[in-house]
């Protein structure tokens, strides 16, 4: 039996979004557990589709005893505060070095955080929880598939394994297979040998699903390639939507015959170079895809309307209306758009009470250039607390608490309706609608604040799923944001421009 510390922290950080994530964030959750400390730790993820939770069950399993650090998850957005890194890390370092000698450490991270005062906050915490620890003890972290690995995450972890799967449904089982890479360093007695290779474009994710090519192709070939060679190998499509120098798509992989872990590692990145022009994606512009929803949807075989741009999983706030509008303005029968993050419409909807009609002034909270409140005529159809449990493959288990939430419809355009919730989250799970009374598969129209995670439990309902690029922060085209801190080089999208520093 061996002693692992486990901790986790995780932030994915568009450097161009709205709002930062204060300690209060992470208190929240955006649909996570809030910050956890301690022991405390183990119960407030078991049963959840988290990585921590993978792992603990592993570890204990394998015969590991675990002793909790801190654990603390905040929905994507601008940069860590500097208060809430240093307090959030400062938890897990102190704790792990009063818990005396340990024989191991798990971390779950997000591999994309960037804070006010750090560019890589993943790589700082790992050397600092390797100063506590020393060079001997072995250190494992489970990432997210779009971590941005840098240098120093791969030269002070002993190993690193990312999620395969967009949706992330396989979360829990990526923090059980790194478990599973700790324990036979730790009956090996040495940290094996590694190998990383960085690509040089980046990619919109709505074309990093793994449900289509190219991506469900370059994760089954890692598979292939990781049986092959006797390696553990993971590909790190990236979020770009970090303006630091290291931004951007990896291949790492770890074993113990150093030629086969460089042998895998390369052979993947060439297949990952070579699918660059496959990676481009159509988008739709709101009035287009709101026609096209409209001549295709029906009650049973929904269109599904990806609301990209303002997806709270990538940085949005949830509570930009343009494609809300497109609905109201071609007065779209059986549509339902949700969540849309609004607090303050939210309480209004609470106070004006089921059934009653009133004035609401939706959204654009955040300060979206050139955007304004939705005003028009709602009646309260249904109201909720916002407590409720996920079920669908990627948030199963998830125990939200979402703060008031609202289904609205509209008065000027029947047949149009918004959900609205009061903590941000984005719209991954039908439990979100069904919380006010909507049942997704009924609808003829499901308009989602989400870029990939809602395929997961939407797609098997959808006839048609259209990824629309609505004003927002989040952008669906990397090449189309202000990159100033970028290494020079590297192409903003598949076969863009480079950038030029």
């Known amino acids: 039996m061996a002693v692992i510390a486990v901790g986790g922290f995780q932030h994915e950080t568009n450097t161009f979004a709205p709002s930062k994530a204060d300690y209060h964030a992470f208190e929240e959750g955006g649909g996570w557990p809030g910050v956890q400390l301690g022991d405390a730790l183990a119960a407030a993820?078991?049963?959840?589709?988290?990585?921590?939770?993978?792992?603990?069950?592993?570890?204990?399993?394998?015969?590991?005893?675990?002793?909790?650090?801190?654990?603390?998850?905040?929905?994507?957005?601008?940069?860590?505060?500097?208060?809430?890194?240093?307090?959030?890390?400062?938890?897990?370092?102190?704790?792990?070095?009063?818990?005396?000698p340990v024989d191991g450490v798990y971390l779950d991270l997000h591999g994309a955080m960037v804070a006010e005062h750090l560019d890589d906050g993943e790589g700082e915490l790992l050397a600092r929880v390797r100063r506590v620890v020393g060079e001997r003890v072995p250190v494992v972290a489970s990432l997210d598939l779009h971590a941005n690995v840098t240098r120093a995450m791969v030269e002070r972890a002993d190993g690193l394994v990312a999620y395969r799967t967009y949706p992330h449904v396989d979360m829990a089982e990526t923090g059980a297979r790194a478990a599973r890479l700790l324990d036979a360093m730790l009956?090996?007695?040495?940290?094996?040998?590694?190998?990383?290779?960085?690509?040089?474009?980046?990619?919109?994710?709505?074309?990093?699903?793994?449900?289509?090519?190219p991506a469900k192709d370059l994760y089954a070939s890692l598979a292939a390639l990781e049986a092959k060679h006797g390696v553990t190998l993971s590909f790190t499509p990236g979020f770009p939507m970090a303006d630091f120098p290291e931004c951007g798509m990896a291949v790492f992989g770890y074993g113990d015959d150093a030629a086969q872990v460089e042998a895998a590692t390369r052979a993947l990145a060439g297949e990952v170079a070579d699918a660059e022009p496959d990676f481009a994606l159509e988008l739709?512009?709101?009035?287009?895809?709101?026609?096209?929803?409209?001549?295709?949807?029906?009650?049973?075989?929904?269109?599904?309307?990806?609301?990209?741009?303002?997806?709270?999983?990538?940085?949005?706030?949830g509570d930009t209306t343009g494609l809300l509008r497109a609905l109201l303005h071609h007065r779209a029968q059986g549509a339902v758009l949700g969540l849309?993050?609004?607090?303050?419409?939210?309480?209004?909807?609470?106070?004006?009470?089921?059934?009653?009609?009133?004035?609401?002034?939706?959204?654009?909270?955040s300060g979206v250039p050139g955007t304004i409140p939705l005003t028009g005529e709602f009646r309260v159809e249904r109201l909720g607390d916002g407590h409720f449990t996920c079920t669908g493959p990627m948030f199963r288990g998830f125990r939200m608490h979402l703060g008031p939430m609202a289904l609205l419809a509209s008065r000027e355009a029947p047949g149009v309706r918004v959900v609205l919730a009061s903590v941000k989250c984005q719209a991954a799970d039908q439990e979100m609608f069904r919380h006010v009374g909507v049942e997704p598969r009924a609808e003829r129209i499901v308009a989602v604040k989400s870029s990939v995670h809602f395929r997961a439990d939407f797609e098997p309902i959808a006839k048609e799923v259209l990824v629309v690029k609505a004003p927002g922060p989040a952008l669906a085209d990397p090449a189309e944001f202000r990159w100033t801190r970028l290494r020079k080089g590297v192409r903003l999208r598949p076969l863009g421009p480079a950038f030029a520093g």
Not at 71 to 80: E, L, M, R
């Open 45 to 100: 993820v078991e049963g959840a589709n988290i990585p921590a939770a993978g792992a603990l069950a592993a570890l204990r399993a394998l015969g590991h005893r675990t002793a909790g650090l801190a654990w603390a998850a905040a929905s994507p957005s601008a940069h860590v505060t500097r208060e809430a890194y240093e307090r959030i890390a400062g938890e897990i370092v102190g704790r792990l070095a009063a818990a005396g």
């Open 187 to 213: 009956r090996a007695g040495r940290a094996p040998a590694r190998s990383c290779a960085t690509l040089d474009y980046l990619t919109g994710i709505p074309s990093q699903c793994t449900f289509m090519a």
């Open 284 to 317: 739709f512009a709101p009035d287009e895809a709101v026609r096209r929803a409209i001549q295709r949807g029906e009650a049973g075989r929904p269109v599904v309307l990806a609301d990209t741009q303002d997806n709270p999983g990538a940085g949005g706030n």
């Open 340 to 365: 849309l993050i609004d607090p303050a419409a939210a309480r209004r909807a609470h106070e004006v009470g089921t059934g009653g009609t009133a004035r609401f002034s939706l959204g654009e909270i």
